[in-house]
């Protein structure tokens, strides 16, 4: 089966790139929002993932890998919620900002543009080997 790409945001006061290549890996909990949780559902390990920091970086900053696929979200009080681990795999060399994402014609219609509010969104391959292009 062909692996899949993603995009994960993250405030970095919250969880930051650095903290996940510090910690080795994470898992990635305390989405609340349907169509993310369906997207969490969809993942598989080995499957790349690209991790964007929001609000104050807006920018891809690295590249993760699904290590676990989805399980019971252990932070979820009540509800059916899901998680999946997350490692990391390297640090992009040049950060590839929200309005460089915005720009291009490869990434231009990506959810992260059109639903901004998304925290976990799948991308095609084309738009992950861009993203990846831009911030060697």
Known sequence: MAKQH?????????????SLVKDGGTAWTGVRNFA?????????????VLFYHSVTDKAV?????????????????????????LKPGKSLR???TLE??????????????????LSVMPIGPDVYRRIVELGI
């Open 100 to 117: 460089q994402i915005r720009t291009d014609p490869v990434t231009r219609e990506i959810p992260l543009i059109r639903q901004s509010r």
């Open 36 to 48: 993310a949780r369906l997207h969490l559902r969809a993942m598989k390990p080995g499957d790349l």
């Open 6 to 18: 993603w995009l994960v945001k993250s405030e970095p006061a919250s969880y930051a790139w650095e």
């Open 61 to 85: 900053v690295g590249i993760a890998t699904v290590s676990r696929a989805a399980y019971p979200d252990p932070t979820a009080e009540e509800g059916d919620w899901s998680a999946v681990d």
């Open 94 to 96: 040049r950060a590839v």
